[in-house]
């Protein structure tokens, strides 16, 4: 066991009689039954003392695979003249000795050694584990993260000596950070994990008995006491009143500011002037002066968010009006709070505007489910019993509350089902009771935020949080009456969403689960009544109706089966049972017809029954707690809170699943979804959100200003402004200042087969296999369907990882954005994403040269959403299904060029484009390119002539300058 010094807690040291081993094995894979050895690092240490170090390298027996070569620099003659393990496994042993293992994810290293007859039973320390709880807001717990983190030296990666170092420094850094944690942390760690056999207990148990003066204070009450972090940085404001008369900008004198030598300019290193920016910020300001709507489409490169900063922090301060600005993403928001606005306002103040950062009040405000809701955080923490998942998770959210002054999940890094976690510990709607919650209004994140937010000129939003306010009539956001959209193309999805609602099957099982829960309202009920001072025969009469109540849960049980049954029953007959992928039927009124609906129907019936029981029960329950003596009493207030809250959710689920099966408005669009785990999610949206932002948006607000990148089709913003229902606004399309003719080749290949053509997949395959050995990667390759990309990646990645280029699959080797920081971080890959990168990457200089667009991005014309929306159009193709496709292309094309110096390729796969009569609306809504026909066997040769790149990438750029990241730190 670790031991701690009693007298020094200041520094952190090892007892000096304890020695570790860090350790780290290089493999051939990630299998330790199938995978080899191929080399072994331990470095010995005690305290901050190196004792000796072993390193071998091991000869596997068989060749090295590509991606191990790549990664980590080891070749197979190197290996062919090493020892076999079984060389040097007593040698290896004999270093370990009994002391204690530490190292990065150390079970891999110990289930290799393990493989091949090492069994260790030393106390075992992994650097990962505890740093995923320590640091829960770390992007990443690698090696070189965390070695980032502590500022550890760690030039060499990927090699096990090296790695058993940096192991090694990474484990004294975390013990120091430990040592600073309050021992009020500290004691519910231990409270927390006192069922479990977590490695790092002792340790945490002897730090809590140290400081706390010999004795250990997990188990006391008083440790027990509520865990709330104390409110920081919490400031109530007035609301700003505007003036009577709102005092127009004066744009001349703005402009001045953008212009060449202006305040922007003088204060803002690089800023550079251009005149499409000028004329933004003009329109924009103009709007604001105007007191109407504006849609601008400004490409990348314009520098828009200045252009609408600027006009909307001035006329905000000297109106005394707020502006808000929605974003679609949490991080164009963070940009502008943390780095675009506080540039500008320093701009602003160097120069002695008023508008300077002094004056100008901001504030950021995001969704409810974004931040922790102290009510259910406690109550769960305090469920016995906990599996380790959850315990694991709580104690990251206990190291994180104990600094947060906000909490936000942005945060944290959630991974894996952390993110279903969060959802039993955000603020939601169903769950929030301000009415019943102790931390109401003042310890509560949510309302704090929302505190801040009243008084601040700018405030902060993004698209889910804005329509959200506006779909309940307002009330989240402080009044306003000016609004800038920032990524408006993401209005209309939003919208949708925000409009719309989806109960899943896991929803209605849970719930019922949660009367029964060791966790729930009713456990802790009954956990009260057994210690209140309550009357005996009260006690009975509370204990009878809970079990009442438990028993209507239960009951309810097989009503929701047979109910959920009867969906997939449905969707089974109308689109197949059989199916890799999602699948997906629309309650039409065909459907609706169909005699299996008559059973979905009967099995709603039954089961709403059974909820309105439930509710019933609550009600019976909650007015007998109600008139109980102790009514006062603080545990009694929480059962009461939580079980608002619960009784809250079942009559809102009744409510949701009555609208989507028996009784569906008529603008709305109703289907159910089975995902390819089998999940089913029932969902509404309406059918027009045109109609709706119309309604509670347009028509109501003085000026509101929706800008993107990509909102014209064809030079025309007509599609954008009727799906968002602003067809009256003024429009502005602003080039990018790039010179594209120059930079950009558009490359289409005349003899590549139709994409519904036999053979396209292989065209596809070979096109990518060209050019990807001409430039030795930096390429991205957008795909439509996942399916398509899977194909393609198991027949280019072998060929292409034998020739030294890395290839990297969005959902094969990691998320959208792991995937996407290897790739920043390897010259020689190739990219292959969907969706989500068909936006979002940002890559300026080389190492984005090629962009492949493998097909046009139509929409799914089975989509329900898709589907039921075409039926508003009389051309539902030309009119809605192409404008779409030709957004989300120019999203696709906005990849490549991110910069004046940029340079690049971009290769389109689909022959439809140079067939179809339409395929011109795609082209002819990108800016001025070069447009080249070619043939595919061509197609390297152009790419390289046209980026100049007579020699291929990997002579231009030496192995020894490039990053190695591997895709996924597992080997
Ligand atoms: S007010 Fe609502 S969100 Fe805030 S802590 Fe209470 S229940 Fe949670």
Request: net charge negative; glycine share 8%.
């Amino acid at each position: 066991m670790l031991r701690v010094p009693q007298s020094v807690w200041g520094i952190w040291e090892l007892d000096v009689n304890q020695t570790c081993v860090s350790l780290d094995l290089e493999t051939s894979g990630l299998d330790p039954d199938n995978d080899r050895i191929i080399e072994v690092g331990a470095v010995k240490f005690r305290g901050g003392t190196v004792l000796g170090t072993f390193h071998t390298l091991v000869n596997p027996g068989c060749m090295l695979p590509n991606r191990v070569r790549l990664l980590t620099g080891i070749t197979d003659d190197e290996l062919q003249v090493a020892p076999p393990f079984s060389a040097v496994v007593d040698e290896l042993v004999s270093f370990i000795g009994d002391h204690s293992i530490v190292g990065q994810n150390v079970q891999f290293d110990l289930g290799f050694l393990s493989s091949h007859g090492v069994i260790v039973s030393n106390n075992v320390y992994d650097v990962y584990d505890l740093a995923t709880i320590l640091l829960p807001h770390l992007d990443e717990y690698s090696l070189p993260a965390l070695a980032r983190q502590f500022d550890i030296s760690y030039p060499v990666q990927h090699r096990a000596l090296e790695d058993a170092f940096a192991a090694k420094d990474i484990f004294r850094a975390l013990l120091e950070y430990v040592d600073k944690l309050d021992l009020s942390v500290i004691a519910e760690i231990n409270r927390l994990t006192m069922a479990s056999d977590w490695p790092w207990r002792p340790l945490f148990l002897e730090l809590e008995t140290g400081k706390a003066g010999g004795v250990s204070l997990w188990d006391r009450q008083a440790w027990e006491a509520d865990c709330v972090p104390e409110a920081k940085g919490s400031v109530g404001r007035e609301p700003l009143v505007p003036e009577a008369v709102l005092k127009p900008l004066d744009v001349d004198w703005l402009a001045g500011f953008l212009e060449e030598g202006g305040v922007v300019s003088k204060a803002l290193p690089g800023f550079e002037y251009r005149p499409g920016q000028v004329l933004m910020m003009r329109h924009v300001a103009g709007a604001l002066n105007e007191g109407r709507h504006l849609v601008v489409e400004a490409g990348t490169g314009t520098g828009k968010s200045i252009a609408y900063l600027l006009p909307a922090v001035i006329f905000a301060v000297q109106n005394n009006a707020p502006v808000v600005v929605s974003t679609n993403t949490i991080n164009l928001q963070e940009q502008l709070v943390t780095k675009d606005l506080p540039e500008l306002l320093k701009a602003l103040s160097s120069a002695g505007e008023p508008a300077g950062a002094a004056a100008v009040k901001v504030a950021q405000l995001k969704g409810r489910n974004n931040y922790l809701c102290l009510r259910r955080w406690n109550s769960w923490r305090k469920t016995l019993g906990l599996p380790w998942e959850e315990t694991r998770f709580l104690l990251r959210l206990l190291v994180w509350l104990s600094r947060t002054s906000s909490g936000d999940r942005a945060e944290l890094n959630l991974a894996g089902n952390e993110t279903g976690l969060w959802n039993r510990v955000c603020a939601s709607e169903d769950n929030c009771v301000p009415e019943r919650c102790s931390y109401y209004p003042g310890g509560c994140f949510l309302y704090r935020a929302r505190r801040q937010a009243v008084g601040a000129h700018l405030v902060a939003v993004n698209h889910a949080l804005l329509v959200s306010d506006l779909a309940r009539g307002g009330g989240i956001l402080p009044d306003y009456g000016h609004l800038i959209v920032d990524e408006a193309h993401h209005l209309e999805e939003e919208a949708t969403e925000q409009f719309g609602y989806r109960v899943g099957d896991r929803d209605i099982y849970s719930l019922l689960e949660h009367f029964g829960d060791r966790g729930g309202f009713l456990f802790h009920l009954s956990s009260y009544l057994r210690t209140s001072s309550l009357a005996a025969s009260r006690r009975r009469d509370v204990g009878r109706e809970v079990e009442e109540l438990t028993e209507r849960a239960k009951r309810a049980r097989p009503f929701a089966e047979r109910f959920v049954g009867d969906v997939v029953r449905l969707v089974d007959f109308q689109v197949g049972a059989q199916g890799e992928y999602e699948r997906a039927l629309r309650f039409s009124q065909e459907v609706r017809r169909h005699r299996l609906w008559s059973e979905v129907q009967s099995s709603w019936e039954g089961l709403d029954d059974q909820l309105a029981g439930v509710e019933i029960g609550m009600a019976e329950l909650q007015a007998t707690l109600e008139g109980l003596p102790s009514r006062s009493d603080s545990e009694l207030n929480n059962c009461l809170a939580e079980m608002a809250s619960v009784r809250q959710q079942v009559s809102g689920l009744r409510a949701r699943l009555s609208s989507i099966v028996a009784d569906p408005a008529g603008d709305s669009i109703c289907w159910a979804r089975i995902t390819w785990q089998g999940e089913l999610y029932l969902h509404s949206a309406p059918l027009s959100v045109g109609r709706m932002l119309d309604n509670v948006l347009f028509s109501r607000k003085d000026c509101v200003v929706l800008t993107s990148a990509t909102l014209s089709v064809g030079g025309d913003l007509s599609y954008i402004k009727k799906s968002l229902g602003v067809e009256g606004a003024q429009g502005l399309i602003v080039d990018a200042p790039f010179d594209y003719a120059k930079s950009t080749l558009i490359l289409l290949p005349e003899d590549i087969v139709a994409p519904e053509k036999p053979g396209y997949q292989e065209a596809v395959e070979q096109a990518l296999l060209g050019v990807c050995r001409a430039t030795r990667g930096c390429t991205l390759a957008l795909f439509t369907s996942h399916a398509a990309l899977r194909a393609t990646y198991a027949s280019v990645q072998p060929v292409l990882e034998g020739e030294g280029i890395l290839v990297l699959g969005q959902g094969i080797d990691g998320s959208p954005k792991r995937v996407l920081n290897t790739f920043k971080a390897n010259r020689n890959a190739l990219l292959m994403g969907a969706a989500a990168l068909w936006e979002g990457v940002d890559i300026v200089g080389e190492g984005l040269s090629v962009l492949v667009i493998v097909r046009l991005p139509f929409g799914v014309p089975t989509d329900p959403v898709t589907a039921a929306r075409s039926e508003l159009f009389d051309d539902s193709f030309n009119q809605y299904l192409l404008p779409q496709a030709v957004l989300r292309f120019k999203q696709g094309f906005g990849r490549l060029i991110r910069s004046w110096s940029d340079r690049g390729v971009v290769l389109i796969l689909d022959k439809r484009l140079q067939t179809k009569a339409y395929g011109d609306a795609f082209l002819q809504s990108l800016p001025r390119c070069t447009v080249k026909t070619t043939r595919l066997p061509q197609v390297p040769e152009e790419v390289l002539g046209w980026l100049g790149w007579s020699v291929p990438a990997d002579s231009r750029a030496s192995h020894s300058e490039q990053t190695k990241t591997r895709p996924q730190d597992c080997w």
